[in-house]
Antibody
Framework: EVPLVESGGGLVKPGGSLRLSCAAS????????MSWVRQAPGKGLEWVSS????????YYAGSVKGRFTISRDNAKNSMSLQMSNLRAEDTAVYYC?????????????WGQGTLVTVSS | DIQMTQSPSSLSASVGDRVIITCRAS??????LNWYQQKPGKAPNVLIY???SLQSGVPSRFSGTGSGTDFTLTITSLQPEDFATYFC?????????FGQGTKVEIK
């Protein structure tokens, strides 16, 4: 059983919008701090956004602040990333990741990723 | 934001070699340093967390040391399955930041 599965990626034009989802199985997603991490083609890892277990703390990378919104759907045991005003530089594989809750705060579980391509 | 600087960005090594990758933080992050391995087309997997703790299931040839601003990942006796890209990441504060990666290639 794969604990995290992303969906919603695809091809979108610059300025367009896209909503990514991350479905959790085997654990209660709302009990953990969850993040989105992206990787542009051939590049390194870039943290994008995080939401704490209580949803009290939400953080965004400067490169996406004001354009992306992270949210949870506890009833569906899932998380979303609403992306708007997309740019070519947002082209990447987007991973959702679960952070440990024991004070070490590393990304212990990752989804398989979903590819977002921003191109005209 | 805390900047993480890895070196080298790439290296060539042979099976059986000892490989050392370094990671430097732009400020004191205590031991909130994690190492990930990523193979092409796959998600990263954690190898070392809290600077020196080996993740369950990870071979003991991987080890991590360091505290404060300077950290190392050591692979003793490199195996064929270890050819991959390695990233460090700080979890001291948000935003979580990654090093730029070190690609370990076959010599």
């Amino acid at each position: 059983e794969v604990p995290l599965v992303e969906s919603g990626g695809g091809l979108v034009k610059p300025g367009g919008s896209l909503r990514l989802s991350c479905a959790a199985s085997g654990f209660t997603l709302s009990s953990y701090t969850m993040s989105w991490v992206r990787q542009a083609p051939g590049k390194g890892l870039e943290w994008v956004s995080s939401v704490s277990s209580s949803s009290r703390y939400i953080y965004y990378a400067g490169s996406v602040k004001g354009r992306f919104t992270i949210s949870r759907d506890n009833a569906k045991n899932s998380m979303s990333l609403q992306m708007s005003n997309l740019r070519a530089e947002d082209t990447a594989v987007y991973y959702c990741a679960r952070e440990t809750d024991d004070g070490t705060y590393y990304f212990e579980s990752w989804g398989q990723g979903t590819l977002v391509t921003v191109s005209s | 934001d805390i900047q993480m600087t890895q070196s080298p960005s790439s290296l060539s090594a042979s099976v059986g070699d000892r490989v050392i990758i370094t990671c430097r933080a732009s400020q004191n992050i205590r031991n909130y340093l994690n190492w990930y391995q990523q193979k092409p087309g796959k998600a990263p997997n954690v190898l070392i967390y809290a600077a020196s703790s080996l993740q369950s299931g990870v071979p003991s040839r991987f080890s991590g040391t360091g505290s404060g601003t300077d950290f190392t990942l050591t692979i003793t006796s490199l195996q064929p399955e270890d050819f991959a890209t390695y990233f460090c990441q700080q979890s001291y504060n948000s935003p979580r930041t990654f090093g730029q990666g070190t690609k370990v290639e076959i010599k």
